[in-house]
């Protein structure tokens, strides 16, 4: 039995977006492995265990560098391929990516990389240097590199970090589509609501948002902004929680199933600063909802201004506020033809299925099962 092992920093990203792709390497019969920071006692953890693979609790800092503990990655990622001896090898963002194809190549094994975005690691003059020779190695080893937007891959390819015979564009994780689909709204009190998912931090624009929602809702009273997710920055919890007393900005918590709190709300709102491909876009638009966004690669894939939402200029709160008021000034006919129309678009671009193709294409190539 073929044995794969995926190197990943979190058991939530892995279980919200490659869970499809886990169970379909079980059912084509490989043996997977998952590594993640989390212990078996996390939920999602559990439920990817139960559905066959075998999980590798390993301690990975996800923010920032520092060399000591970046070191015992590289020498933990050694041991568990070592240990394992898998036949090929699939890495997530930019420390699996980087540590795990370092640690593979000792062993000679094929790794399939997965740039879900770039971040503040290109941006950051500090950074740019150390993380593009970085990836410059990563992609030199790796045996192939997907990548979720096409302005990544432009990049990575103008700075020759990447050769385009053994890289390729995918639409981002996709979207399961038979999961996050239409659903019949509960609220029919007349309100407009918008939500802000992710993690509540500076650079996923949670500032502009605040600041927009306060003018909107003393403009129109009848409009609530939502705010669903974990804090990153724990600066921003002292005013969201204290704002949360005020019935039009609402700070929901943490969800299980976003799919509860997205089938409620009229519109979904993503003011990030980057992204690789915005999975809140999509789950948003395949369950028919219009949206807005920051004009930003992973982003501006899945909407096309004034047919299922609105881009506006990132880290603008007037840009923001501009489209946020021409939403609410739509009729409620557009409105749900804007939501009809980013479905559309989602089912024939972004399903997930289609990533899930790509990746056994690849795998099947390398471990000549195709």
């Known amino acids: ?30 043996e997977v492995y998952f590594s993640v920071p989390e212990s078996q006692k996390d939920s999602k953890v559990q439920l990817i265990i139960e559905a066959g ?7 990975i800092n996800r923010r920032g560098i520092n060399p000591i503990e970046d070191l015992k990655l590289i020498l933990e990622y050694k041991k568990i391929i070592k240990t394992i001896n898998p036949d090929i090898i699939l890495t997530y963002t ?17 790794v399939v990389m997965n740039i879900t975005g770039v971040g503040t690691a290109f941006t950051n003059p500090k950074l740019k240097l150390l993380v593009s020779m970085l990836y410059k190695y990563a992609c030199k080893k790796a045996s192939f590199v997907f990548f979720q937007n096409k302005s990544n891959y432009s990049l990575f390819l103008s700075n020759k970090l990447v050769k385009s015979n053994k890289a390729k564009v995918i639409p981002g994780s996709g979207v399961n589509i038979e999961k996050f689909k239409p ?20 650079e996923k624009g949670i500032e502009e948002y605040l600041k927009a929602a306060y003018k909107i809702t003393k403009k129109y009273p009848n409009t609530e902004f939502q705010i669903l997710g974990r804090f990153e920055e724990e600066q921003y919890k ?20 976003v799919r509860k709190e997205i089938k409620e709300v009229d519109c979904i709102v993503n003011p990030s600063y980057h992204e690789g491909m915005s999975n809140v ?3 948003g638009a395949a369950m028919g909802k219009p949206l807005i966004a920051s004009d930003i690669p992973g982003c501006r894939e899945i909407i096309i201004d004034d047919y299922n939402g609105f881009l506006f200029e990132t880290k603008s709160i007037k840009s923001l506020i ?3 008021n021409a939403f609410i000034s739509l009729s409620k006919e557009k409105k749900a033809e804007m939501g009809i129309n980013s479905r559309r678009l989602v089912e024939k671009k972004f399903d997930r299925a289609i990533v899930i193709n790509e990746y056994l294409q690849i795998i099947n190539k390398f471990l000549n099962r195709g």
């Open 238 to 257: 002292g005013s969201i929680l204290l704002n949360n007393k005020n019935s039009k900005i609402k700070y929901l918590g943490i969800s299980n199933d």
């Open 53 to 59: 693979a075998k999980h590798i609790k390993t301690r």
């Open 322 to 324: 501009e489209k946020i």
């Open 94 to 110: 930019i420390k699996p990516n980087i540590y795990g194809t370092y640690a593979a190549s000792k062993y000679k094994k094929p």
């Open 281 to 283: 876009l999509l789950e």
């Open 183 to 202: 659903m019949k709204k509960q609220n029919k009190d007349g309100i407009t609501r918008f939500l802000f998912i992710g993690r509540i931090m500076k």
């Open 1 to 30: 039995m073929k044995k794969v092992l995926i190197l990943a920093n979190a058991s939530g990203g892995l279980y919200n977006f490659r869970f499809e792709l886990i169970e379909r390497l079980l059912a084509e019969g490989y």
